[in-house]
């Protein structure tokens, strides 16, 4: 890799757009009466759910994304919850994503609510006498007459896209901030370690074992020494450049697993009962798959279960099968996941399938069993136009049919495959 | 939680049909029970597939409560799904 030792300061050319606390300001922004109200949105409304995004109202009384709703209520009284409510949330993706595509052919949505905007790819009419702030400003502004007033966003803008989303994170909510080679020093001595997006907890040890102590300290190490010492990886040379405005993280990600997740709605169902929600979630799956135009040869399932000993300490249990040839409906699915997890361990909490290795849907090389396979895909084919045309579970396994109320189509996290 | 009511009642609505960024706004509606509702803010429109049939919902408020109201472009019909005192 050519390493450069130099602070990028060619001018910036990289915007990041982040909606703020996305769910919940599209709730307020929906629902007039929950504005200015600290809001949490959780999956599901039974039980103890996790909030998923909470608003900034909730924010200031120290209600943080992943805490239980009691111990959120705890701290914020007069906490709203509500479900979250994925079409509201898919509109809102497709209204940001056609006003950044507006303005250049090079724009990525990272997540639902987060993408950017490559303006060294922007037709030069576009920016004629203006600067990318002045651009920050009317995408803000677009934001707000497109969707709705209440919509706020941060934007961020740098010469690569790790320093544009740091700049986009620098002053919530409704920020616009620029990093360039002028105020890099600057702009990393005001943080932490762990405040530089891709630095956790196990990277912040790794940093200081060998005294690296916060993003000054990272920006001033030598590439050798990161790659050598801390990420025994190329993982060292891609930060030193990174930390530098260079840009490291442009590459297209390739779809590798498609999978759904369901933490089980009571912990003392029977393992029937957990089967049909199994059955559900691989149906979910093979709809995904074939709607990527893929096959598949792994299945992958695993759980998380409370200890036998109840002491709620969580273990981890999973299992996975490779077939000789790809697979692609429902039904094998299921039957192999089925299949794995029949030696699944008692009081499981959650359910996850995936399937992997995936591959192009158009098989070849058609095996022995080719009347099997153009059956199978033949009614797969007419369920999934059914489906299509009357909606998600129009056909379903017969056994999911409890499930349909239980079990509904999340925003995944990270992902904008589905959307 | 909050309270929130779940309705299924067909209603009649005026609605304003034009150009721009919002081309068509609900005015005002009139529920079964003969209440009349006038909008005073939509919050957020957006569609929902039911299938091939399309759903436009519109949250909507008259100031003193905050009502989703749906469309359904297939059949023209609208529906007050949901209401929601103020808090």
């Known amino acids: 890799m050519n390493l450069r030792e130099s602070i990028n300061d060619a001018e910036p050319m990289v915007m990041h757009i982040d909606l703020n606390s996305c769910f919940a300001t599209v709730e307020q922004q929906a629902r007039v009466r929950l504005r200015g109200r600290p809001l949490a949105v959780v999956n599901r409304l039974a039980g103890d759910a996790m909030v998923i995004t909470a608003s900034y109202e909730a924010k200031t009384h120290g209600v943080k994304t992943g805490m239980r709703i009691s111990d959120a209520k705890r701290l914020c009284r007069g906490l709203v919850v509500t479900e979250t409510d994925p079409p509201k949330y898919r509109y809102v993706y497709h209204k940001l994503l056609d006003i950044m595509n507006s303005y250049s052919a090079s724009v990525s949505m990272k997540s639902i609510d987060e993408g950017v905007i490559d303006f060294k790819q922007a037709p030069g009419h576009l920016l004629s006498g203006r600067t990318l702030e002045q651009v920050g400003l009317e995408v803000k502004a677009r934001l707000k007459a497109e969707v709705g007033g209440a919509m706020r966003c941060n934007v961020g803008i740098a010469t690569n896209r790790f320093l544009a989303k740091t700049a986009a994170g620098l002053h919530k909510p409704d920020g616009l901030d620029v990093i360039t080679a002028d105020n890099l020093r600057k702009v990393y001595a005001g943080m932490k370690l762990t405040d530089l997006t891709g630095i956790a907890e196990r990277n912040r040890e790794r940093l200081e074992s060998v005294g690296i102590m916060n993003p000054l300290q990272f920006l001033d190490t030598p590439a050798e020494v990161l790659h050598k010492m801390v990420f025994m990886s190329v993982n060292g040379d891609l930060w030193h450049q990174r930390l530098r405005g260079w840009e490291v993280d442009d590459v297209e990600t390739q779809t590798k697993r498609i999978g759904r997740q369901f933490v089980l709605d009571g912990f003392t169902m029977s393992f029937d009962e957990i089967l049909q929600r199994l059955h559900n979630l691989c149906e979910s799956v093979g709809e995904r798959l074939r709607a990527q135009g893929m096959s598949a040869r792994g299945v992958y399932v695993g759980t998380r279960t409370f200890g036998m000993t109840g002491d709620k300490r969580r273990n981890y249990w999973h299992a996975q099968f490779v077939s000789q040839v790809p697979f692609f409906s429902n039904d094998t699915i299921y039957t192999l996941a089925k299949r794995l997890f029949m030696s699944a361990p008692p009081d499981i909490r959650d359910i996850n399938v995936h399937v992997y290795l995936l591959s192009d849907g158009e098989d070849n090389q058609l095996s022995l069993f080719a009347d099997e396979y153009v059956r199978s895909k033949a009614i797969t084919g007419a369920v999934d136009e059914i489906n299509y045309r009357y909606g998600e579970r129009t056909i379903h396994a017969a056994n999911t049919l409890p499930t349909n109320r239980i079990i509904k189509t999340k925003i995944p996290f990270g992902s904008t495959r589905y959307l | ?87």
């Open chain 2, 1 to 87: 939680m909050f309270d929130e009511t779940t309705l299924n009642e067909r209603i009649d609505v005026i609605a304003r049909f034009g150009v721009g960024l919002n081309p068509c706004e609900p005015v005002k509606f009139r529920r079964p029970n003969g209440r009349e509702v006038v909008v005073s803010e939509i919050g957020l429109r957006h569609p929902t597939v039911q299938g091939k049939r399309t759903i436009h919902v519109f949250d909507v408020t008259d100031g003193a409560a905050d009502y989703r109201i749906e469309f359904d472009s297939e059949h023209l019909t609208w529906q007050l799904t949901r209401m929601g005192d103020r808090l």
